[in-house]
């Protein structure tokens, strides 16, 4: 298969490169991890190139910065944010990724090399793999007999960067007229963003309802259909619009899309793709599988201004 058909709009599927990071332990042992990033995250592969270091008050993890033909890109040690000591600096390799609008590097031991499969094979974390991880693991995959751990790279990098902090944006909250009277379904794998945009949302009066997946949100949206039907209402009486992620397990923000689309009870509904991954072409995807509105994380006021331009259609009709 082609690249391309990865933005066949039937498809559920993506691209993951497996990386290692080799961590020293108390006995002097070493253990290697096994993680995940979305290979439509990186631009490219390179060693560790020579690094100008950065002032104290940063946080440990960042190594410095890096000059890349004219861009000048800060470098983050991964095992040291996740708080592990990387037991070797040789041969270390990084991941030159851009996300959010944002290039960055990521230093890590290894890439072992890349998986493709549909999005039902990634698992959502257990609440044990989130506190290991400092909550920054989005989905886990099982490939043979060892396990990837996804990591949530925004997170990683907002916690870095505050003008990609969501929890940081400041937001219009000023009550909607009539607000009350609409429910919005979010749907977003990283618990702590789910968070920040229900909270949101609810400040301004919105009923909302927040789950962790694409296919939780199929399975709310299927369980409303029926609640619909036995109450012989259209589902856009229960429901008035959906936001979703694009990366999640089970089932991705595209795929979701198509069946809100290709469904006859919720082809009407509303969906707004709000993900770190819109680029020219997936933006192009979203649009084939019926998206009304992207917005790029974090833009959270862009996100806010959507959602009340569609509600004020949905009024005025």
């Not at 499969?117 to 257990?126: A, G, S």
């Not at 709310?220 to 959906?242: G, I, K, M, N, S």
Request: hydrophobic share 40%.
């Amino acid at each position: 298969m082609t690249q391309n058909s990865l933005l066949n709009v039937h498809n559920n599927e993506l691209e993951i490169i497996e990386f290692l990071i080799d961590e020293r332990l108390p006995d002097g042992s070493v253990y290697s991890g096994h993680y995940g990033i979305n290979v439509a995250k990186v631009l490219e592969i390179i060693r560790l190139p020579t690094v100008t270091s950065v002032l104290s008050k940063h946080d440990a993890s960042v190594l410095g910065t890096f000059n890349l033909r004219g861009k000048v890109l800060p470098l983050l040690n991964l095992a040291a944010w996740l708080g592990k000591e990387m037991a070797s600096e040789e041969n270390n390799k990084v991941l030159v990724t851009e996300f959010s609008s944002v290039q960055a590097a990521f230093l890590v031991s290894s890439v072992s090399s890349i998986h493709r499969m549909t999005w039902d094979r990634i698992e959502p974390p257990n609440q044990y793999v989130q506190a290991y991880s400092r909550e920054s693991i989005t989905g886990v995959l099982r490939i043979q007999e060892r396990v990837l751990f996804i990591l949530d790279m925004e997170k990683i990098l907002a916690s870095l960067d505050s003008s990609l902090d969501m929890s940081q944006v400041k937001v219009d909250t000023t009550p909607v007229e009539g607000a009350g009277e609409f429910h919005l379904l979010v749907a977003d794998d990283s618990s702590s963003l789910r968070h920040i945009i229900k909270s949101s949302l609810e400040k301004s009066g919105f009923q909302v309802t927040a789950v962790g997946s694409g296919r939780e949100a199929w399975d709310y949206l299927t369980q409303l259909c029926d609640e619909a039907q036995a109450r012989q209402v259209a589902l856009t009486d229960l429901l008035h619009l959906v936001i979703s992620d694009i990366e999640m397990p089970e089932m991705d923000g595209h795929a979701l899309t198509r069946k809100i689309r290709e469904t006859p009870g919720t082809k009407r509904l509303p969906v707004i793709l709000f993900s770190s991954l819109i680029t020219e072409a997936l933006h192009d995807k979203g649009v084939k599988v019926g998206a009304d509105r992207q917005v790029s994380k974090p833009d959270l006021p862009g996100l806010s201004k959507i959602i009340r331009e569609l509600i004020a259609e949905k009024l005025h009709k």
